[in-house]
């Protein structure tokens, strides 16, 4: 079983597009997040949910809106799509206290 | 900013060899972390310091750290090719994790 599953794994879409991404952790967690890995690969956090409450939001626009719907589910849904959104979006979870993160496989977003 | 800065941005090595990578950040930490990430994949946790330890080891893996230059290095001991991926530190800053861009190791056979 994975721990850490978002979908989809790919995701080509065109400019002004909105699409969403979906992530679900088996593990347990309070606390879950989505980072952003540019082209250079650089891991930028972006929002943290704890038990379903946003506790992070690190000025990321306003296009993009997480929603937890419970705590083992973490979505991200981002409007009117732009070409610098072309990144690897990355879920995670930990548990409060353990401090390691659980990642998830990531997905790939191409906006063309 | 607060993330760590891993270097180098890639390094070279061959099997059996050791592969050093350093991280430098710029605030105080509780903790920092290393994680591994293989191509098309999610990070991997692999060691976490706390700002109160100065070496810790876990298998073929040593981690240093110094607070008083804000630096930390992984030694990865008789590299394998298993072993190439790139390799990330994090700092934490309750409930938010700093990441860099990694350094790439590539381990030849």
């Known amino acids: 079983d994975t721990a850490v599953s978002q979908t989809p794994k790919y995701l080509v879409t065109q400019m002004g597009n909105d699409k969403s991404i979906k992530c679900e952790q088996n593990l347990g967690h309070d606390t879950m997040y989505w980072y952003k890995q540019d082209s250079k690969k650089f891991l930028k956090i972006m929002f943290s949910y704890n038990n379903k409450e946003l506790i992070i939001n690190e000025t990321v626009p306003n296009r993009f809106s997480p929603k937890s719907p419970d705590k083992a589910h973490l979505n991200l849904h981002i409007n009117s799509l732009e070409l610098g959104d072309s990144a690897v979006y990355f879920c995670?979870?930990?548990?409060?206290?353990?401090?390691?993160?659980?990642f998830g496989s990531g997905t790939q977003l191409s906006v063309l | 900013s607060q993330q760590g800065e891993e270097d180098p941005q890639a390094l070279s090595i061959q099997e059996g060899e050791n592969a050093t990578m350093n991280c430098s950040y710029k605030?105080?930490?509780?903790?920092l972390q290393w994680y591994r990430q293989n191509s098309g994949r999610g990070l991997v946790h692999l060691i976490l310091?706390?700002?109160?330890?100065r070496e810790k080891h876990s298998g073929r893996l040593r981690v240093t750290l110094d607070t008083s230059k804000k630096s930390s290095s992984l030694l990865i001991t008789a590299s394998r090719a298993a072993d190439t991926a790139s390799y990330f530190c994090a700092t934490d800053d309750f409930n938010k994790f700093y990441f860099g861009s990694g350094t790439k190791l590539n381990v030849k056979p």
């Open positions: 605030t105080s930490i509780n903790n």
């Open positions: 310091i706390r700002s109160n330890e």
């Open positions: 995670a979870s930990s548990q409060g206290g353990e401090e390691k993160l659980f």
